[in-house]
């Protein structure tokens, strides 16, 4: 099962930390990608993080520097590090998997985004 479960989200103020954890029976640690989307109330889900079979990490500028992604393959856990937190950070987040990371972005064979999604877990970033 590729379903997967986040959880770790909150309520934090500007400058505050998370970490978030992505887990799902299914998990391949040697074969799939898993990435990390945001979607901010009122807008699409976006790709912001991305890690690789091997272990090779990417993300997207606004989140460059202060998020950190990795994986503890014998869990088959994925996590996402928030530091610095800003109110634009706001947001449901999800993990999916892909099978490569086209950049920040999973993907599934044929250039495809991950079409199992979990329930997401809330990060909420205010004074």
């Known amino acids: 099962q590729l379903q997967p479960v986040e959880s770790g989200g909150g309520s934090v103020q500007p400058g505050g930390s998370l970490r978030l954890s992505c887990t799902a029976p299914?998990?391949?640690?040697?074969?799939?990608?898993i990435g990390w989307f945001r979607q901010a109330p009122g807008k699409e889900r976006e790709a912001i993080s991305c890690?690789?079979?091997?272990?090779?990490?990417y993300y997207i500028n606004s989140v460059e520097g202060r998020f950190t992604i990795y994986r503890d393959n014998a869990k088959r856990t994925v996590y996402l590090q928030l530091n610095s937190l800003k109110p634009e950070d706001t947001g449901v987040y999800y993990c999916?998997?892909?099978?490569?990371?086209?950049?920040?972005?999973?993907?599934?064979?044929?250039?495809?985004?991950?079409?199992?999604w979990g329930q997401g877990t809330q990060v909420t970033v205010s004074a």
């Open positions: 999916a998997a892909g099978d490569y990371c086209s950049a920040y972005t999973a993907r599934r064979v044929g250039a495809h985004l991950p079409d199992v």
């Open positions: 299914g998990f391949i640690p040697d074969y799939h990608a």
């Open positions: 890690i690789t079979s091997d272990e090779i990490p």
